[in-house]
Each structure stands twice: as structure tokens, then as C-alpha cells.
């Protein structure tokens, strides 16, 4: 769910094309549970890395299996902004498309801020963390989801949301094999190079059923 996707470079590059003041405009206009402002001026280039980072990311495609990524607009949280629990649009804009999401993503820019802790409502509590720069989280779109209030500082994010061609239930089967593996690289013996081997091979099984997949970047 959490884990690092952007590097330094990115980071700086994303930061250094910030959209202008003025293009952002107030959450309220897309939300009324919140308090926020937020500009859909991605420029062509950043969203042509974070697709790149998204389809080379080895957690990503072996856990999600995504076949689209829409990166949908920058948010900036100021001191005394908060996002409360919502669930997203399944649906892709405008509707005609018939697109629908089964993930949305956020991924933080910058770790100089305080309060702000992203938080999700799962099956089993509410899971919760102040994202550093270049860390993001993926979570399935059906949970509630929200930002708690910033008390210092400004947090600056890229927000959007992905499809895939596995279901939730396979999604977590991959995640657990994924784990497992890194589990045994992390043993460095001979038998659990083996086991790993054969963990691989499931894994690499079950992905070409559940994820035959065509990667789609949406603007």
C-alpha cells in the first residue's frame, strides 16, 4: 500500500513544474467535505515520468497488474487544510468513455510539513501515514479514504487513479508472493534460493493469467 516510487531526481523535476498560482482552484468545487486547493495544469512531461515510474515499477506490476493510469491533477494542503473520509468516482471523466478505476493513487512531493497523514478505512481498521517525498500509496478505490488536517508547513501532491486486470482477491494473493520473496532473498541460503525460484514461478504463473494486460496511460 505504501511504498517508494519516485526518486530525488523526480521529486525536484515534479516540484520544478508546479503548476502556477492561479491555476489552482478551490477543493470545494469538487467536494464539499473538504479544504484544499487543488490544479489539473499537469504538464505533458511529468505525467509522462510518473507513467514511466508506474509501468517500471516491479511491486507495482506484479501486485496491481495495471492496464490504464490516469494521472489526474496536483493538490496542495496549507496549514489548517484537511481532506475528510470520501470514496472516489469509479468512473473516468468524461463519462462517454466508459472507463472505470478499481485503484486510486497519490504520490507526496515533499516531506516538510506536519500533520497531513494520509489515511484509509480497510476491512480490518483505519490505516494511516505521513507520506515522505517520493513515496506514494496505492489503495483499492472502494475504501474511504481522506487527509488529516496539515498543522504546519504545505504538503504538494499528484493524485490519480489506475485499473487492473486482477481482481482485489488476486491482487492480494500477488502482494502475499511478493512478500514471501522478499522474504527468502533477505534468508541468503542456498535452500531458500530454491523455494524462491519455485515462488517465482507461481508468481510468474498467476500473473500471465490475471494480467494480460495492455498499459494505457490516460491524459
Same mark, same amino acid.
Not at 516540484?15 to 482552484?25: G, I, Q, S
Not at 481498521?125 to 517520493?134: D, M, N, R
Not at 502482494?175 to 542456498?190: A, M, P, Q, R, T
Given at each position: 500500500?505504501? &511504498?517508494?516510487?519516485?526518486?530525488?531526481?523526480?521529486?525536484?523535476?515534479?516540484? $520544478? #513544474?508546479?503548476?502556477?498560482?492561479?491555476?489552482?482552484?478551490?477543493?470545494?468545487?469538487?467536494?464539499?467535505?473538504?479544504?484544499?486547493?487543488?490544479?489539473?495544469?499537469?504538464?505533458?512531461?511529468?505525467?509522462?515520468?510518473? !507513467? @514511466?515510474?508506474?509501468? $517500471?515499477?516491479?511491486?507495482? $506490476?506484479?501486485?496491481?497488474?495495471?492496464?490504464?493510469? !490516469?494521472?489526474?491533477?496536483?493538490?496542495?494542503?496549507? @496549514?489548517?487544510?484537511?481532506?475528510?473520509? #470520501?470514496?472516489? @468516482?469509479?468512473?473516468? @471523466?468524461?463519462?462517454?468513455?466508459?472507463?472505470?478505476?478499481?485503484?486510486?493513487? !497519490?504520490?507526496?512531493?515533499?516531506?516538510?510539513?506536519?500533520?497531513?497523514? &494520509?489515511?484509509?478505512?480497510?476491512?480490518?481498521?483505519?490505516?494511516?501515514?505521513?507520506?515522505?517525498?517520493?513515496?506514494?500509496?496505492? &489503495?483499492? +478505490? +472502494?475504501?474511504?479514504?481522506?487527509?488529516?488536517?496539515?498543522?504546519?508547513?504545505?504538503? #504538494?501532491?499528484?493524485?490519480?487513479?489506475?485499473?487492473?486486470?486482477?481482481?482485489?482477491?488476486?491482487?492480494?494473493?500477488?502482494?502475499?508472493?511478493?512478500?514471501?520473496?522478499? &522474504?527468502?532473498?533477505?534468508?541468503? !541460503?542456498?535452500?531458500?534460493?530454491?523455494?524462491?525460484?519455485?515462488?517465482?514461478?507461481?508468481?510468474?504463473?498467476? #500473473?500471465?493469467?490475471?494480467?494480460?494486460?495492455?498499459?494505457?496511460?490516460?491524459?
Amino acid at each position: 500500500m505504501f &511504498f517508494k516510487l519516485l526518486n530525488d531526481e523526480d521529486v525536484k523535476f515534479c516540484l $520544478d #513544474h508546479l503548476p502556477k498560482d492561479k491555476t489552482y482552484e478551490d477543493g470545494k468545487n469538487t467536494g464539499v467535505n473538504k479544504q484544499n486547493t487543488e490544479s489539473n495544469s499537469v504538464p505533458d512531461e511529468v505525467k509522462k515520468l510518473i !507513467s @514511466s515510474r508506474f509501468y $517500471d515499477s516491479f511491486y507495482i $506490476d506484479s501486485v496491481y497488474c495495471p492496464n490504464r493510469v !490516469s494521472i489526474n491533477f496536483y493538490n496542495k494542503y496549507k @496549514s489548517g487544510d484537511y481532506y475528510d473520509l #470520501h470514496i472516489d @468516482s469509479f468512473r473516468a @471523466s468524461p463519462k462517454s468513455n466508459n472507463v472505470y478505476f478499481d485503484y486510486g493513487w !497519490s504520490i507526496c512531493l515533499q516531506d516538510e510539513y506536519e500533520g497531513g497523514e &494520509f489515511i484509509v478505512e480497510t476491512p480490518i481498521g483505519q490505516v494511516g501515514k505521513k507520506l515522505a517525498a517520493g513515496e506514494a500509496i496505492i &489503495f483499492p +478505490i +472502494i475504501y474511504p479514504h481522506g487527509v488529516k488536517e496539515v498543522t504546519k508547513g504545505v504538503r #504538494h501532491n499528484i493524485v490519480g487513479w489506475m485499473s487492473s486486470c486482477a481482481s482485489y482477491e488476486s491482487s492480494f494473493i500477488l502482494k502475499n508472493i511478493v512478500e514471501v520473496g522478499d &522474504f527468502l532473498e533477505k534468508l541468503n !541460503s542456498e535452500q531458500a534460493k530454491m523455494i524462491k525460484v519455485k515462488i517465482e514461478l507461481i508468481r510468474n504463473y498467476l #500473473h500471465k493469467e490475471w494480467g494480460q494486460r495492455k498499459w494505457i496511460m490516460l491524459n
